[in-house]
């Protein structure tokens, strides 16, 4: 059976993620949550219609009313569920190729699920998995009890409001922009918002807005940049704002075509907020993969870093424990806890734009007065069992001694994947050579104590 991973179920559509799973998902998450309603959304996935029919399906049989959003970014999913104070479940694999699907579950704060809830639910989820042939799609309302499905009207128009609300750009002020919408939950959205900022001088272009069920996240989006880049660079744009499959993460592209990752957008927005004296507690959020330049960056202005493991549901943990406004992950994950529960997109690439227009300085400025990046190599080992690595005294060895070269210079880490069975190796160091030298040496090292997949 698929677990609960940082972001909910996620798996191989019809496959690893059957209808007959989502049924019995919905069934459970109705029970454990004690929820009378639930919003739904999915993004343009072929697989998502079915996996939203089935999921809504176990709701409705426990009684449960079921709202659904339909084609929706992950974020305004999370919008309507704090807005409306409902529970909600997403169906979207995110940045992963069309094949994957998966169903993360929302509390009705918006939030990721608690983790004892989330247990909760996957405790039900076993039991209901494990009844007799016949018996596993049997719900528990008959009659009248029985839930119903209704559509959300508008639900897309308000999203699109909130986000152009989230902004302010004085009139006069010019700015061209690609958005490539990596043919996902962000191609109606984006474009609805961009044109809001028309009158405040942006002129927008859109890519990939044209979804078909398999294209999501094909060569496109903030996972394939190079076709942002050229776009940007073809059309004299200033600004390029790539998004994933369900849009709740964005990276830029400069005038130059040159790539504004996660780590560098947060920087930008931290030194921002904080010369505003907008920054609370003069922290931010980031994880354990942030890049080493980000860090000595901060550091260098008295801004502290609360370090989270990789997952934006950790990231905006902490925000709500430190009482903090900003954090995210070099993956573009960015949350603007003032505006937003998880990470978005769009509006973080609202918050570039307003940036800009403030500051009136192209975005390559800002990036490189922001932070050095130092090279950061990573390797993604396939293995049969990433649990095991824990336990892997050979590879912590192997660890120890590259850290030890590395001198302070750089640095290491390890980590098994929440999402896919593999290990994750990063080194950052002073030249991309030593950063290469030292990740392959992991990654062997890796190898041969857990063995390749």
Same mark, same amino acid.
């Given at each position: 059976m ?5 972001? &909910? ?6 496959s ?8 019995a998902?919905g069934?459970?998450?109705?029970r454990?949550?004690? !929820?009378?309603?639930?919003l ?11 996996? !939203? ?5 176990g709701?409705?049989?426990? #009684? ?5 959003? &339909?084609?929706?970014?992950?974020? #305004? ?7 409306r ?18 169903? =993360? ?6 939030? =990721? ?13 076993? *039991?209901l ?11 528990? +309302?008959?009659?009248?009890?029985v ?12 999203? @699109? @409001?909130?986000l ?7 009139p ?17 959205v984006?474009?609805?918002?961009? +044109? ?6 942006v ?9 078909d ?5 094909? #060569? ?12 940007? *660079?073809?059309?004299?744009a ?8 369900d ?6 592209i ?10 560098e957008?947060l ?11 907008? *920054? ?16 000595r ?21 902490a ?7 900003? &954090? ?16 978005? #997109?769009i509006?973080?690439?609202? =918050? /570039? ?7 009136? /300085?192209?975005?390559?400025e800002?990036? +490189? ?6 090279? !950061? ?10 649990r095991? *690595? ?12 590259v850290d030890?070269?590395l001198a302070?210079? &750089?640095?290491?880490?390890l ?9 994750r ?17 992991l990654?062997?090292? /890796?190898?041969?104590?857990l063995?390749?997949?």
């Amino acid at each position: 059976m698929l677990r609960f991973g940082t972001d &909910g179920l996620r798996g191989v559509a019809n496959s690893e993620l059957t209808p007959e799973l989502a049924l019995a998902l919905g069934r459970a998450a109705a029970r454990r949550m004690g !929820q009378p309603g639930f919003l739904t959304g999915r993004d343009t996935r072929r697989s998502g219609g079915m996996l !939203q029919a089935a999921l809504s399906a176990g709701l409705a049989s426990e #009684g449960a009313r079921v709202i659904d959003a &339909g084609v929706i970014p992950t974020p #305004g999913l999370a919008w309507l569920a704090a807005d409306r104070s409902m529970p909600a479940a997403m169906i979207s694999a995110s940045h992963n190729a069309f094949p994957d699907n998966g169903i =993360k579950l929302l509390s009705p704060a918006g939030t =990721k699920l608690p983790d004892a809830v989330e247990r909760a639910v996957e405790a039900e989820l076993e *039991l209901l998995l494990a009844e007799p042939a016949g018996r596993a799609g049997i719900g528990g +309302a008959p009659g009248a009890g029985v839930g119903e499905t209704v559509r959300a009207a508008g639900a897309v128009r308000e999203y @699109a @409001a909130h986000l152009a609300a989230s902004v302010r750009i004085e009139p006069g002020f010019r700015l061209s922009v690609v958005c490539d919408c990596a043919n996902g939950a962000a191609s109606v959205v984006a474009p609805l918002v961009l +044109a809001e900022l028309a009158s405040a001088g942006v002129s927008a272009t859109v890519i990939h807005a044209d979804p078909d069920g398999l294209n999501i996240n094909s #060569g496109c989006g903030s996972t394939h940049p190079e076709s942002l880049a050229d776009a940007v *660079l073809e059309g004299g744009a200033d600004l390029g704002l790539g998004v994933d499959g369900d849009a709740d993460r964005v990276l830029a592209i400069d005038h130059r075509g040159e790539l504004v990752d996660g780590d560098e957008l947060l920087a930008m927005f931290a030194l921002d907020l904080d010369s505003r004296g907008e *920054l609370a507690e003069r922290a931010i959020a980031v994880t354990v993969m942030s890049n080493l330049g980000l860090r000595r960056a901060l550091a260098a202005v008295g801004i502290e870093l609360h370090e989270t493991p990789v997952g934006d549901r950790h990231v905006a943990d902490a925000l709500e424990t430190h009482g903090l406004v900003l &954090g995210g992950e070099q993956s573009g994950h960015i949350v603007f806890r003032r505006h937003a529960t998880t990470g978005d #997109g769009i509006l973080t690439g609202l =918050k /570039v734009i307003e940036l800009i227009a403030r500051r009136q /300085v192209p975005l390559a400025e800002l990036a +490189a007065a922001a932070m050095t990046r130092l090279p !950061q190599v990573l390797v993604t080992v396939e293995v049969s069992d990433p649990r095991r *690595l824990d336990d892997a005294a050979a590879v912590w060895s192997e660890v120890a001694a590259v850290d030890e070269e590395l001198a302070g210079a &750089g640095r290491v880490l390890l980590r098994a994947s929440g999402t896919e069975p593999a290990v994750r190796v990063m080194v950052e160091a002073e030249t991309v050579g030593t950063a290469e030298s030292c990740a392959d040496r992991l990654a062997k090292a /890796v190898r041969r104590e857990l063995g390749e997949r």
